[in-house]
């Protein structure tokens, strides 16, 4: 524990004050001798309806001031087994998706070659390709668990083929991710056709639409994904919209009939024991988030996939 970084303590300083880094650990500029290395990535140019998510990262950090360091139902001590640390927001380019993209790839080259695992708190869902092509240079195609109402297969959005709707199938078509390895758990709402979801399927993705989950807990679900994964490397990618708008109504494309908090967290907690190398948290858009519940779920979201990172210790 000594010369580990632990967030700031609520009962040594009031939790409405201090810094507004991700649970007041402290915010560090080197990544040498990291082990986790939490960032934001303030970026909304990518999104198709409302926008918002470039306050993701800052309202994120705001909520997890909340967040104490022991997980009271799984054991997990992540702050007394891993160098964490909030290496601030990468310098987007708001002018420009593309230059924004490139920046968001680079960065993550330089993350990853010091070592920490990187845990991204968007920003859109368009951070995540320039993310998993950092991530597959360096691990290979990686597994990918996907939480989201929408599939983001999309070939092209007004003739863009980067956008939040186009990832997955980017992804698929750069060989980012092992299609038949890669989960796509969420998934719901109307479509432009009936098979809009079918393309992506005979790709060898495996989907989990939402209504199949309905009032089911998804404990076997992550316990059976954790053993089809095996050891090899796993990215997960969180879209907030997954889970229904009754508990995260602070997104931009959200979808009724959605999963519930609970069920994010059995699914992530059976998870553990995955060799998980990065992870992100999208879409939260504090505009339309007042009670700040939306961003409250997804730093516990973070927290939760903190708590399941290699080297932590359960106690
Ligand atoms: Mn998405
Ligand atoms: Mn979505």
Known sequence: MTGRYQPISGNDLARFSGPNTFMRLPQ???????????????????????????FGPKQIRAESAMIRPYNMATG?????SLQ?????????????????????AESYDQILAAGPVPMAMGGDHSITLPILRAIARRHGPVALVHVDAHADVNDEMFG?????????????????????????????GTGYSAGDFAEAAAWGFQQFPAHQLWHRGLEKLGAEIRRHVGDRPVYVTFDIDSLDPAFAPGTGTPEIGGLTTPQALQLIRALRGAKIVGCDLVEV?????????????????LYELLCILPGVEHR
């Open 84 to 104: 964490v640390a909030d290496i601030g927001d990468l310098a987007i380019n708001t002018f420009s998706l593309a230059d924004s993209l490139r920046i968001i």
């Open 285 to 301: 858009s504090p505009p339309y988030d007042p009670s700040g519940n939306t961003a409250l779920t997804g730093a516990n979201i």
């Open 28 to 54: 560090v500029n080197r990544l040498d001798g990291l082990d986790v290395a939490i960032l934001g990535v303030p970026l909304d140019i990518g999104t198709s309806w409302r926008s918002g998510t470039r």
């Open 160 to 188: 863009m083929r980067e956008t939040h709707g186009t990832v997955f199938r980017r992804a698929y078509e750069e060989g980012l991710i092992q299609p038949d390895r890669t989960y796509q758990i969420g998934i719901r």
């Open 76 to 80: 997990a001590a992540p702050f007394d």
